[in-house]
């Protein structure tokens, strides 16, 4: 590299033809008051500018309806379409373009009334039949049809009003209006499924400007948002930027002002500057954990005292000082501690090698030696992971196979059950709720056949708890009937926890702020950050101020 | 001579295609899965497997997808729903400046390293540049982009780290942001090309005519310049043929590090996502490009050498 010569004057040119990229965000104060100002910014939100955010992965297209949204897809397309409802810094569901959302008594019909005064930006109207339409459409796409069995159908009460009416009671319905399931396009949009894939329409806080694939998203303010005030920014461009080394280099250089990431160097690295960066995490309901899935319905985890004798030999700790820099905590359930749905209990096995190589010598007396083999991406920080979990087995007397296989392989395997262990993180949905079909014994296939619950554990007593979870409008006892879950889970080991995968993150030069700081519509302040392993947030309260 | 080729490009895309289509569908991985997700339904997969013919023989499914190739119908992507002709053509143009901006950093290094390299051959400046040369050939294309991105994006801060601008855009910009990833996929061909020029450079300069006009009293410059570079340039004209295939398989890792939206991140993000028919199509342009680069090559020869024009 040292053979590349420039000359000072090319260099010169070159400078002078960046400066464009290196400029600062440039705002101006804002000319009408917004309705409420964002709580934790300390600050006035300064009206205009422009954010560059570095993005993992493109979105695999734009429409709700027909394409699958990853946690990249919600932050593009988050800009310009809004869902029903959103989720609260509590974890509670709040109404967004549905003015209310009421059940019945027994939970197993929802009204849904919508907001008034709202069109989207082709200059439709937002109304009941809209909705339903929506509603209708997702019930009946592929993508989505598994999440809403439990809806019988929709139907339109007035102008503004939609009755949704359930097989059994749900009383976590609204959070899953707060995904893509109830993300509103216009009619046109449903009309031409294709257009919206890749020009997106919504009622959002933003328009839809250009969008290279594999490239860059750039989106415009919505000067006829029906929130008044808002968005701050004028302009937002998404980078995609898939290499996360580069990506953060890029947020060095100046390229970007902000990126999302889930990798502990960056975090340390950036957290160490203070003053030039911001860091802002994920927590509760929204970190997602990461562990060891094991196949309960074949050999040789069919074994419940093999399960536990893995997890007793699983030094969760030396993983997170080894692995994460020591910024996770351990888990021993798929629900953080910080989140109000933890509960202790149940009598998960902690770190205890002397317990683990009894229980594997008892079963090898039965069984003969004991192997298996856990299969992993072929990413290098997995890999670590992996090898150091091999290595602790291997101290407990079980020999570990490990194979590489793409995500894609990986994820089958688990669908299909063809596999003994894998490397997993999962649980970052905001209510419990939303695993229902991932624990589930009624989604517990034979190996062989496709299975939603992947571990294939079926216990009837979790399935009950999950049940009760689901019909049960009383906060205590949804908290009883979670903790007896978590309870299951410890007892049963189909998954062996590791930590609570908090690093998910973005992190944002100081002068961009407000990232995760927002308020809903009605006033509660939103959750932060959502989605995993690299969160996602809305963009319309976040504002560049000075550096 | 020219109608034998075609015969050739056909046979040869035919066997790629083929290959790569059976290849491909070896893989283990639902393309539905990817699709629909992981929470979809039996009936639903079954339903998109019908309706993307993947519930045909694998034989029935390439004959179906070779008759579209010939009407130039490369079939719809399964992830985007975007034809992949059109999805490779939004491409292309990144790929190939990319490319073609490599391949001429490479050329324009190689030629001084290697003919300063030959004519000093066995002295210091031959050791420095031979030891450079190994130096940049060992070093992996993602080791040397980052640190080719810290020095001038992070700490010079004089060209982009990352990004993408057309040259529709802004040619400037556009020309900033090709730099780094071109050296960075140019400088291990640089070396390559100086290494088998300073060879060939230094047999020549042995041959007896060199030495008649060393004799006839002819400038050691004009000499390595006028007289022995045309025909010492022959290797490295076949190997910047045979090049292409390297940096073709460059730039799916410079595409990812530098955040390019060329036809190698598609190629390669389609692979993961079990895409079948945008990979199909990524093939045919890379064979089709290979073959057809390689033709003119041979053409190049006769005029880089007149010897093989009147052979």
Redesign the interface.
């Known amino acids: 590299m040292k053979r590349l010569t420039f000359s000072t004057a090319w260099l010169a040119s070159l400078t002078l033809a960046l400066t464009p990229v290196l400029a600062a965000c440039s705002g101006e104060r804002p000319t009408a008051p917004s309705d409420k100002a964002p709580a934790a910014t300390g600050a006035s939100p300064v009206r205009g500018g422009r954010l560059v955010y570095g993005l993992s992965a493109d979105a695999a297209g734009f429409n709700p309806v027909t394409d699958q949204f990853a946690t990249t897809s919600y932050s593009m397309a988050g800009t310009i379409i809004e869902t029903l409802v959103g989720v609260d810094a509590d974890g509670g569901w709040q109404p967004v373009l549905a003015r209310s959302l009421t059940p019945n008594t027994n939970a197993d019909e929802w009204t849904i009334k919508v907001r008034p005064g709202i069109t989207f930006s082709t200059g439709e109207p937002l109304d009941g039949r809209t909705v339903k339409a929506n509603l209708d459409a997702q019930k009946a796409s592929p993508l989505t049809s598994t999440a809403l069995t439990p809806v019988d159908s929709f139907e339109l009460i007035d102008p503004m009003t939609v009755k949704v009416k359930l097989k059994g009671p749900w009383v976590a319905y609204p959070y899953h209006l707060a995904t893509q399931i109830g993300m509103m396009v216009p009619p046109s949009a449903l009309a031409d499924p294709k257009a919206a894939s890749r020009k997106p329409v919504g009622t959002g806080p933003f328009l839809f400007k250009e969008y290279t694939p594999g490239s860059r998203m750039v989106v415009t303010r919505n000067p006829g948002y029906w929130r008044k005030g808002l968005p701050y920014l004028d302009e937002v461009e998404f980078r995609i930027l898939p290499d996360s080394q580069t990506r953060a280099q890029t947020l060095e250089a100046g390229g970007i002002d902000a990126m999302g990431t889930s990798r502990d160097d960056d975090i340390t690295k950036f957290g160490a500057l203070k003053d030039a960066y911001t860091i802002r995490r994920t927590t509760g309901m929204a970190v997602p954990e990461y562990m060891f899935m094991l196949n309960t319905a074949a050999p040789p985890f069919d074994d419940l005292r093999l399960r536990r004798a893995l997890a007793y030999a699983t030094d969760r700790k030396a993983v997170i000082s080894t692995l994460r820099g020591g910024l996770t905590e351990e888990a021993d359930g798929p629900w953080s501690k910080d989140s109000k749905w933890y509960a202790p209990g149940g009598d998960y096995p902690a770190y205890d090698l002397a317990k683990a190589k009894a229980l594997i010598r008892e079963v090898e007396a039965e069984k003969g030696e004991i192997t298996f083999e856990v299969i992993t991406p072929p990413d290098p920080n997995t890999m670590q992971g992996i090898e150091l979990a091999q290595d602790m087995w291997r101290k407990a007397g079980v020999e570990v196979r490990i194979k590489q296989v793409d995500q894609a392989d990986l994820v089958n395997r688990a669908v299909t059950g063809d596999f003994q262990a894998t490397v997993w993180t999962q649980f970052s949905m905001p209510d419990p709720d939303g695993e229902y079909v991932w624990m589930h014994q009624n989604y517990a296939m034979p190996v062989g056949s496709i299975s939603l619950n992947f571990s294939r554990l079926k216990d009837s007593r979790l399935s009950q708890a999950l049940d009760s979870g689901r019909s049960n409008p009383q906060d205590d006892i949804r908290k009883d009937a979670y903790a007896t879950v978590q309870q299951r889970l410890r007892e049963l080991v189909p998954y062996v926890f590791v930590d609570h995968l908090n690093t998910g993150a973005v992190i944002a030069k100081t002068k961009v702020r407000g990232v995760g700081d927002y308020l809903l519509p009605d006033g509660e302040a939103g959750v932060p950050l959502t989605g995993a392993p690299i969160p996602s947030h809305p963009f319309s309260q976040i504002w560049v101020g000075n550096p | 001579m020219i109608l034998l080729r075609l015969v050739r490009l056909l046979v040869v895309l035919l066997v790629v295609t083929f290959l790569s289509y059976v290849l491909l569908n070896l893989?283990?991985?639902?393309p539905t899965?990817?699709?629909?997700?992981?929470?979809?339904?039996?009936e639903?997969?079954a339903?998109?497997r019908a309706e993307l013919s993947l519930d045909q023989p694998l034989t029935v499914r390439y004959l179906g997808w070779l008759g579209g190739l010939v009407t130039g119908d490369l079939g719809t992507s399964y992830?985007?729903?975007?034809p992949v002709a059109e999805?490779l053509a939004?491409?292309l143009p990144v790929t190939l400046e990319l490319l073609v901006a490599a391949q001429l950093i490479a050329l324009g290094?190689a030629v001084p390293?290697g003919v300063a390299a030959a004519r000093r051959a066995g002295r210091t400046l031959d050791q420095v540049l031979t030891t450079?040369s190994f130096g940049?050939l060992s070093t992996p294309v993602f080791v040397?982009?980052?640190?080719?991105?810290?020095?001038f994006?992070?700490k010079l801060?004089?060209?982009?780290?990352?990004?993408?601008t057309?040259i529709s855009l802004d040619l400037?910009?556009n020309l900033?942001s090709v730099l780094l990833p071109a050296?960075t996929l140019g400088?291990g061909q640089?070396a390559v090309y100086a290494r088998l020029l300073r060879t060939d450079l230094i047999a020549t300069l042995q041959e007896d005519y060199i030495t008649l006009a060393r004799a006839r009293g002819l400038s050691p410059r004009r000499i390595l310049w006028r007289h022995a570079l045309r025909p010492s340039a022959i290797s490295l004209v076949t190997a910047v043929g045979l090049n292409l295939g390297a940096l073709i398989g460059g730039t799916v890792i410079i595409e990812?590090?530098?955040?390019?939206?060329?036809v190698g991140?598609?190629i390669v993000?389609s692979i993961?996502?079990?895409d079948y028919l945008t990979v199909q199509g990524g093939v045919v342009l890379i064979s089709v490009g290979y073959v057809l680069v390689n033709f003119a090559v041979d053409l190049v020869y006769a005029a880089v050498d007149p010897r093989i024009r009147h052979a």
């Open positions: 893989l283990p991985g639902d899965t990817q699709i629909l997700g992981l929470s979809a339904s039996e639903a997969r339903q998109l992830i985007t729903s975007v999805a939004e491409r290094l390293v450079l940049l040397l982009g980052v640190v080719l991105i810290l020095i994006a992070v801060q004089v060209l982009p780290a990352t990004g993408w057309p400037g910009w900033t050296v400088c640089m990812t590090l530098f955040g390019l939206p060329g991140r598609l993000d993961f996502s079990r």
